[in-house]
């Protein structure tokens, strides 16, 4: 009965290489995001999506690409991964546009 | 955009204490979640409160949108209370959540 899942849920990798994070929510929502949560723990937006349409891209790198093949998945593609990269990354889906949002469990990315 | 901050930055509560969290926004929010983030990094929805009061247990949350602020009340606290609370809210013109630095809770037994 998982809401919103992500896999994978642990990813360590090197410097330069690329990578995906994948996101799923079975809630019937409409908007999907991505959340960055850095080593102080704090949380900041990174993309948006409604009805697999992008509507907030926050000054993110330009590795990073989201993709939504449909409004149940978000998936989160980076090239060139840095080592500023490390973080958790939350995936969220809400109603519509402003609804209560509800995040997945996280994927904690290490770059080494 | 919106500025949170939430008060305290950190609390060290015995078991059975009861605590108050703050959180202030700069600006107008249509609505407000409080999350808590486990020491196992979930981050769990206790309220989704635009205004008025909730209760959920020993949690009740209170937002006065008016004056740009929410509580959150804990009473009778738990070690399984332990984590960080985090409040949150979008801009009025967009879903973007705005994210307060949080509040480290400790509870001792």
């Known amino acids: 009965d998982t809401a919103v899942s992500q896999t994978p849920k642990y990813l360590v990798t090197q410097m330069g290489n690329d990578k995906s994070i994948k996101c799923e929510q079975n809630l019937g929502h409409d908007t999907m995001y991505w959340y960055k949560q850095d080593s102080k723990k704090f949380l900041k937006i990174m993309f948006s999506y409604n009805n697999k349409e992008l509507i907030i891209n926050e000054t993110v790198p330009n590795r990073f690409s989201p993709k939504s093949p449909d409004k149940a998945h978000l998936n989160l593609h980076i090239n060139s991964l840095e080592l500023g990269d490390s973080a958790v990354y939350f995936c969220?889906?809400?109603?519509?546009?402003?609804?209560?949002?509800?995040f997945g469990p996280g994927t904690r990315l290490t770059v080494t | 955009g919106i500025q949170v901050e939430q008060s305290p930055p950190d609390l060290i509560l015995q078991e059975g204490a009861n605590s108050t969290l703050r959180c202030n926004f700069s600006?107008?929010?249509?609505?407000l979640q409080w999350f808590h983030q486990n020491p196992w990094g979930q981050l769990i929805n206790l309220f989704y409160i635009p205004s008025g009061t909730k209760q959920n247990g020993r949690l009740s949350a209170t937002t006065v949108a008016t004056e740009r602020y929410s509580l959150l009340y804990i009473s009778s606290s738990q070690t399984t209370d332990s984590g960080v609370y985090f409040c949150?809210?979008?801009?009025?013109?967009?879903?973007?959540?705005?994210f307060g630095e949080g509040t480290q809770l400790t509870v001792n037994p």
């Open positions: 949150a809210g979008p801009e009025t013109s967009g879903s973007r959540l705005t």
């Open positions: 600006d107008s929010v249509n609505n």
């Open positions: 969220a889906s809400s109603r519509r546009d402003r609804g209560e949002q509800y």
